[in-house]
């Protein structure tokens, strides 16, 4: 079906394997319960990859990061962890003196690692990889927030999803 091909973003396995994984391994912050986080972000915020904009309003990206969050997390919490720093811009390509908003859209490397910054602020722990509720009611308290649109109850559906896709990657030889 057009349509369906029409309206989707990044293939989820590949997502997982060609991008979160090997990012989150770059910076030093792997984990799979991070793997199905931000495959759920990049699914409920974004379709995979099928915005990159909001549509009415200022998010970026396949995860749709708001542009003061991300100076935020440069400005108030990699400004005081150099080595973190030091690794996101050696794992995701970046020239050591250009940090844009722009980055969040063009390169999903990028996107990924502050994406998992701004979770990794966060105090309260990761929740399992299999913990469906868990993740969906995380993602939004930390990320999306009560501001936001997202249903627990849609997101949920998201992460099992992420999670099912994950485990049949891990059961392949």
């Not at 962890?81 to 050591?96: A, F, S």
Request: hydrophobic share 35%; proline share 4%.
């Amino acid at each position: 079906n057009i349509k369906e091909r029409l309206s989707m973003g990044i293939n989820l396995p590949q997502l997982i394997d060609a991008v979160i994984e090997p990012t989150l391994y770059s910076i030093g912050l792997l984990s799979d319960s991070a793997i199905i986080l931000l495959a759920g972000t990049a699914g409920i915020e974004s379709r995979y990859g099928y915005f990159l904009k909001q549509i009415k309003g200022p998010a970026l990206g396949i995860y749709q990061m708001e542009p003061l969050t991300h100076a935020d997390i440069w400005n108030n919490y990699l400004a005081y962890n150099k080595v973190l720093g030091e690794r996101i811009v050696k794992g995701c390509d970046l020239p050591n003196d250009v940090i844009s908003d722009f980055r969040l859209v063009s390169n999903l490397r990028y996107a990924t690692a502050m994406t998992r910054i701004h979770y990794l602020r966060v105090r309260e722990k990761l929740p399992h990889m299999d913990d469906i509720e868990g993740l969906s009611n995380y993602h939004k308290k930390y990320y999306n927030t009560y501001l936001g649109k997202t249903k627990v109850e849609e997101s949920m559906k998201i992460f099992k999803e992420c999670i099912e896709t994950f485990d049949k990657m891990r059961s392949k030889p």
